[in-house]
């Protein structure tokens, strides 16, 4: 295969019956290009063909395959003279695991870009359990872990729950507003509403890191390549993140990882000068949805002047967030489609028309596409065109060579990297100071160490002096005045028995922490004992009861009642609520016959009558 260094051929067209192969120079290459359709239509097959010329070329590029399948072939494409330029990424390789770790020497003034990429990362695969609070308390531990050489992921679950480990991380940090977070505002936190706040974290990420597979990838201290390397050398990185060998939420994390990576590592060639001088390296993500996190959009914008060049391929618009599908339609150069959808068609006619219209996206044929190709820095009008045939597979490849030289070099056997991932979480453990209340034994790693006089610890620690013979001594806790305080060997002898009870001690106001010069002669106080029951026997005490007879009881006669009366004084109640219901009508009497019947009383009218 004769390649040529300026143009990579993808496509052919036919026009008047002559079908012409053509490409895309390098500098176009460098605005990226977009390819989008259905699955089935061809869109692997042209990546293939495009990376098949870039490595037979000579040229440094980068895939990220969540399928595997891409991946896997292009090693056998390979030539003999660049087996060395390869770096095998494959995660389900357990016998060899290849370290990549994000967080490895990350210069000062790129601490909080890579901080930021990571929790992009983060919140993309897990949308539905992210909060503020989430993002807030993961950020400080990731800035604060960037700031530590030799720090990894999994040192991010230790911050919260390994005290001890967070007080050695916190004393190192020379960033004062992160280092005012722990100390100032996580200290004060209630120890359940700390759990709760960080329970969420420690979940999803422990969830990555409890994956041997994964944990064996991202808890080794230093990364088996180096990616500025493989920029500014052109070597060829695969990167195998089959979602069916190692899942796919891990491959949907490592792959928003090593663009994320990717990307950063493009920015540091800001020190090269002249952007002639920067080599170009060609990216090439299928189903780059998987791995587009709202950081993208800075990415293809920016990419350029550091010579990554992006080629991404998916299948439908929707897959993509809607900041990312500003970012692809406003500052992609080159614009590919297969037949997609109605609904992709509907926005993908604004980039076509009027060349081509909704239904003539919707209805294109296998490896038939409609594309605007960048032209020396400006954008064709749309034409229609037909992928090249996929090309065969060498007989004769270095497949099996490649793997091999790519674990030996690469890759380091699993049973060091687990030892080295155990040492991890054991150097941290450091012998803790010993300290005794009286009537109280404290536990220590060091009691056996019977030649120890005095400790130290690495955290913070307080002056004392011993209660015996006031020998200056350090303790984990602020020493109150009320409790004794021993050294090693005075400590001992207690235990055995050899040692008076100590005194009463009573601080002086004027003393500083911990120092005591005043004493007296008496006994620690007690608390008082539990009061003793007396077990006896208790009876009720009853009275004599003296009976009653019924028959002594005075009787109530019983009154007659007479029904005759009960009757007329029913009738009286019934009339006179007739009577209220249906008053008589009330007839006007004027004032002066009014007065004439007062001065009339006591007359007997004609028809009256007197009853005596």
């Known amino acids: 295969m004769a390649f040529t260094e300026e143009i990579t051929f993808f496509a052919e067209t036919n026009f008047r019956n002559q079908r012409k192969r053509f490409g895309i120079k390098a500098p176009d290459r460098r605005k990226h290009a977009y390819i989008i359709g259905k699955t089935g239509m061809g869109k692997t097959t042209l990546l293939e063909n495009m990376a098949i010329q870039d490595i037979a070329s000579g040229k440094g590029l980068g895939i990220i395959d969540p399928h595997g399948e891409f991946a896997e072939k292009m090693l056998a494409f390979v030539p003999k003279e660049r087996i060395d330029d390869v770096i095998y990424f494959n995660p389900s390789d357990t016998r060899f695991p290849i370290a990549f770790n994000p967080m490895e020497r990350v210069a000062l003034n790129q601490r909080h870009l890579v901080a930021s990429g990571l929790l992009g990362v983060f919140k993309k695969i897990w949308p539905d359990v992210w909060s503020p609070r989430m993002e807030y308390l993961l950020s400080n531990a990731i800035l604060s872990l960037l700031e530590i050489p030799g720090s990894t992921l999994l040192g991010i679950n230790r911050m919260f729950a390994e005290k001890d480990f967070r007080k050695k991380i916190v004393a190192q940090l020379s960033d004062p507003v992160v280092k005012a977070f722990w100390e100032k505002e996580y200290a004060q936190y209630q120890e359940r509403f700390a759990t709760e706040a960080s329970a969420a974290i420690q979940n999803k990420v422990g969830q990555f890191i409890s994956n041997p597979l994964i944990r064996n990838i991202v808890g080794q201290e230093t990364s088996s390549f180096d990616l500025r390397k493989i920029m500014d050398e052109g070597k060829i990185l695969i ?20 663009v994320t990576k990717i990307y950063l590592t493009a920015m540091t060639r800001v020190d090269i000068p002249r952007e002639e001088d920067r080599r170009d390296f060609y990216l ?4 780059f949805q998987n791995f587009a996190t709202e950081s993208f959009a800075s990415i293809l914008s920016e990419a350029r002047k550091y010579r990554l060049n992006l080629t991404l391929a998916h299948q439908y618009v929707a897959q993509m967030d809607e900041t990312v599908q500003d970012a692809v339609f406003g500052n992609v150069g080159s614009m590919i489609s297969f037949r997609v959808g109605a609904q992709d068609a509907e926005l993908l006619e604004k980039e076509f028309s009027p060349e081509f219209m909704i239904q003539d996206l919707v209805n294109l044929g296998f490896a038939q596409i409609y594309l605007k190709l960048m032209i ?4 064709s009008r749309p034409f229609s065109a037909t992928t090249l045939a996929p090309y065969p597979i060498p007989k004769d490849n270095f497949k099996a060579e490649i793997t091999r030289k790519s674990e030996e070099k690469y890759g380091t056997e699993q049973i060091k990297v687990e030892e080295g991932i155990a040492e991890y979480f054991a150097k941290d453990k450091e012998n803790k100071l010993v300290s005794e209340f009286v009537g109280q034994g404290t536990k220590s790693e060091d009691r056996g160490n019977e030649k120890r006089k005095e400790q130290r610890p ?4 307080f002056e004392a002096n011993c209660i015996v013979d006031g020998k200056r001594i350090f303790v984990s ?6 409790r004794p305080i021993y ?17 009463r001690i009573v601080p002086d106001r004027a003393s500083v922490g911990g120092v005591f010069e005043k004493r007296i002669n008496s006994s620690y106080a007690r608390p008082l004992p539990p009061p003793q029951i007396k077990r006896e026997f208790v009876s009720r005490h009853v009275e004599a009861v003296k009976p009653i007879s019924l028959k002594e009881l005075p009787k109530k006669e019983n009154k007659e009642i007479n029904l005759f009366e009960l009757r007329a004084i029913l009738e009286e109640s019934i009339k006179n609520k007739e009577i209220e219901k249906n008053p008589e009508p009330q007839v006007y009497v004027k004032s002066e016959e009014r007065d004439l019947g007062k001065k009339m009383s006591g007359v007997i009218r004609p028809g009256e009558s007197v009853k005596f």
């Open 487 to 503: 050294c090693q060997e005075h400590l001992e002898l207690l235990r055995a028995g050899k040692l008076d009870k100590p005194e």
């Open 284 to 287: 090439y993500v299928d189903e």
């Open 239 to 258: 990167m195998n993140l089959s979602k069916g060998k190692i899942g796919e939420e891990n491959s949907r994390l490592l792959g928003a990882m090593l």
């Open 477 to 482: 806790f602020e020493p109150d005045g009320r």
């Open 376 to 379: 020396d820095g400006v954008a």
């Open 458 to 461: 690495a955290d913070k620690t």
